[in-house]
């Protein structure tokens, strides 16, 4: 079970942050002994996948960051993140063998395709409630929302490398924070609602005038 909270959670972490838990995993598995790839997806940390990970993820940074141009990120990453998702999912070796299971071990498109799903709804999610932030802070509000996504990607990374059994909560938590964010912007946005044509009415002057 434990085997599946990982898979879910870099998954997850992916649909905020695609980059994010590739680069973990894969220092990771280059530096240290947490993490074991299975011997199919070992190019994960490869100096060079590092490398190219490394830059893909300074420019996600930035360009996340700026209001408009993070719209078109957002359509870019529509494709990278659950792919990735899928690829991170099926590439730990507790999550490719989940609960030590002979059939998951033949299957291994099943956790290809449960990490899609997982980081394609993290992604849409993010993305349909980016607009909404822009939108209801006059673009103020986008580097700290990207801030925020960029800190729970990382966070539930670690999370679900070191502590896989507190996943459920901290994907829960982060459900929350997005329903509240996203409740926020609409509210916001309502309140910059421009006046009706002709402007406002006129104020009562509070006195009565006796027509001619």
Do not use: C
């Not at 079970?1 to 992916?14: D, N, V």
């Not at 002709?198 to 027509?211: E, L, M, N, Q, V």
């Amino acid at each position: 079970m434990l085997a599946s909270f990982t898979g879910l959670g870099l998954s997850a972490a992916a649909g905020l942050n695609a980059y994010i838990p590739l680069l973990l995993v894969g220092l990771l598995a280059r530096f240290t002994g947490v993490v074991e790839l299975p011997e199919p997806y070992r190019w994960i940390q490869s100096g060079w996948a590092l490398s190219v990970v490394a830059v893909l993820l300074l420019a996600e940074v930035v360009l996340d960051k700026v209001p408009v141009v993070d719209h078109l990120n957002d359509v870019v990453q529509t494709l990278v993140r659950p792919a990735v998702g899928g690829v991170i999912f099926a590439a730990t070796a507790a999550a490719g063998q989940a609960d030590a299971s002979t059939w998951m071990q033949q299957h291994q498109w099943v956790a290809v395709l449960l990490g899609v799903v997982v980081a394609g709804a993290v992604h849409a999610a993010k993305a349909t409630a980016r607009p909404l932030v822009n939108v209801s802070t006059v673009g103020v509000g986008t580097p700290v929302v990207s801030a925020a996504e960029d800190a729970a990607s990382l966070s539930l990374s670690l999370v679900a490398v070191f502590l896989p059994v507190l996943v459920l909560v901290a994907v829960a938590l982060l459900v929350w924070i997005g329903v509240a964010v996203r409740r926020a912007a609409r509210r916001g946005g309502r309140g910059r609602r421009p006046p009706p044509p002709g402007g406002p009415p006129p104020a009562w002057s509070g006195r009565w005038t006796r027509s001619s």
